[in-house]
């Protein structure tokens, strides 16, 4: 079964700063997605970014980013120039084939003024 | 931007109470899922839909649980006969043919008590 695993359940930033969260997966696939998905606390999921295992560039959405590094299964997203706005859960999560969407336990993001 | 549209936002039922929550996929979307999220917890996936049949559900969804796409655009799970442990965010998403970038709901907060 597909695993994701994200190691930090709290993380906390001063605004403006730089922030990365982390991911890891476990898949014996080639082909796959990765995704970040963004959950205020209004609760709606929101895609961030997704990025394709097929493509060796990283995806990039304006501040977010990910560092994609397949070998190792990591899936690390990166948050330039934080805002309070991006105060939220952030999930991982990854899909392959037609199969259903794996989620990570998430990270929680704080963004200080 | 088309939505996945979810009703109600909030749904308060007394436990045993059948309920059916309600979700409008976007419209050339083939494929429909539910996932649950327990307040705190990650979201799981609960049940996926595609040429009008379940195409994979988890061990979640029991007996009490169904699926239906009555009318060609609504999507709807019902629950027979609701727990205590129901209580959870329902988020229905969807997704076209080929692209896996799913588009999830506001969510129905479900409350049984």
């Known amino acids: 079964a597909q695993t994701v695993t994200q190691s930090q359940p709290e993380m906390s930033v001063q605004e403006a700063e730089t922030v990365t969260l982390s991911c890891t997966y476990d898949t014996s696939e080639s082909n796959y997605y990765l995704f970040w998905y963004k959950q205020p606390p209004s609760r709606q999921m929101i895609l961030v970014i997704r990025q394709e295992a097929y493509k060796q560039q990283n995806a990039t959405e304006n501040r977010f980013s990910v560092n994609f590094q397949k070998a190792a299964k990591s899936f690390s997203l990166k948050i330039s120039d934080s805002q309070l706005g991006d105060t939220a859960m952030y999930f991982c999560a990854f899909i392959e084939g037609a199969q259903k969407l794996v989620f990570g336990q998430g990270t929680r993001l704080t963004i200080n003024p | ?113």
Not at chain 2, 10 to 35: A, D, K
Not at chain 2, 57 to 65: A, G, L, P, T
């Open chain 2, 1 to 113: 931007e088309p939505e996945v549209t979810q009703t109600p936002s909030h749904q308060v039922t007394q436990m045993g109470q059948e309920v059916i929550l309600r979700c409008v996929p976007i419209s050339n979307h083939l494929y429909f899922y539910w996932y649950r999220q327990i307040l705190g917890q990650k979201v799981e996936f609960l049940v996926s839909f595609y040429n009008n049949e379940i195409s994979e559900k988890s061990e979640i969804f029991d007996d009490q649980f169904s699926v239906e796409r009555p009318d060609g655009s609504n999507f709807t799970l019902k629950i027979r006969s609701t727990k205590l442990e129901d209580s959870a965010m329902y988020f229905c998403a969807s997704r076209e043919d080929g692209n896996y970038g799913y588009t999830f709901g506001s969510g129905t907060r479900l409350t049984v008590v």
